[in-house]
């Protein structure tokens, strides 16, 4: 596997407020993936993060609420724009296509705990 | 797109006793199903994984058995352990997809002394 480290581990916003996430992996990975789970509950994609180009985003999920950028193999970042209450989740990112690995398989970050006021 | 559903929600077994998780998917071109164990407040962590061109995997004391024809794999736990209680999600993906992960919505194990 490899390293995949996220930065903050956790914040406590205010409404209306927006938060960068990072997502740094030790090794060049081909796919990048941001997830939200929810408290108690599964993980939902968000989107797929491609580099050097615009985010693929899943239903329900908009690029002005969560812009994305990749801009090389190792680096993402994931912004919680104007966040509400209803934002509150942990915020996990996810590579796949790593060295030495299968393509398919997945290993995630710590994520990221969003408290939003 | 594809749908996971996970079975059963909550599962509490005594310590030694063996615990089955099932999952069905709907979408007949998903060829990867991992599945990932996660504790409290930690990150999701891959156990065992199983593609469509077997039929069971086994790891030590965790197998992962797959039928395509009924579109749903279960992973076995033999021998449970308390430190097996977690939270285990299954997931479906298709490789054609970019490996998207289609995730279940979890089973909390409970393993008691």
């Known amino acids: 596997s490899a390293v995949i480290s996220q930065k903050p581990s956790r914040d406590i916003c205010q409404r209306g407020t927006s938060l960068t996430i990072q997502c740094q992996v030790d090794?060049?990975?081909?796919?990048m993936f941001w997830y939200r789970q929810q408290p108690g509950q599964s993980l939902t994609l968000i989107a797929t993060?491609?580099?050097?180009?615009?985010?693929?985003?899943e239903s329900g999920f908009v690029i002005d609420k969560f812009p994305i950028s990749r801009p090389n193999l190792t680096f993402s970042t994931l912004t919680v724009s104007n966040m509400s209450p209803e934002d509150s989740s942990i915020y996990l990112c996810?590579?796949?296509?790593?060295?030495?690995?299968?393509?398919?398989?997945?290993?995630f970050g710590p994520g990221t705990r969003l408290t939003v006021l | 797109g594809e749908n996971v559903e996970q079975h059963p929600s909550t599962l509490s077994v005594q310590e030694g006793d063996s615990a089955v998780i099932k999952c069905t998917y709907s979408?007949?071109?998903?060829?990867?199903f991992p599945w990932y164990k996660q504790e409290l407040g930690k990150r999701p962590q891959l156990i065992i994984d199983?593609?469509?061109?077997?039929g069971e995997k086994k790891d030590q004391r965790i197998a992962v058995t797959l039928n395509k024809t009924a579109k749903h794999f279960s992973l076995h736990i033999t021998e449970t352990q308390p430190e097996d209680s977690a939270v285990y999600f299954c997931?479906?993906?298709?490789?054609?997809?970019?490996?998207?992960?289609?995730f279940g919505t979890g089973t909390r194990l409970q393993v008691t002394l």
């Open positions: 996810s590579v796949g296509g790593l060295p030495r690995a299968i393509a398919d398989t997945q290993y």
């Open positions: 090794s060049q990975v081909t796919m």
């Open positions: 993060a491609n580099q050097g180009s615009e985010a693929t985003y």
């Open positions: 979408d007949s071109a998903s060829n990867y």
């Open positions: 199983i593609r469509s061109n077997v």
């Open positions: 997931a479906a993906s298709y490789t054609g997809t970019a490996s998207k992960l289609t």
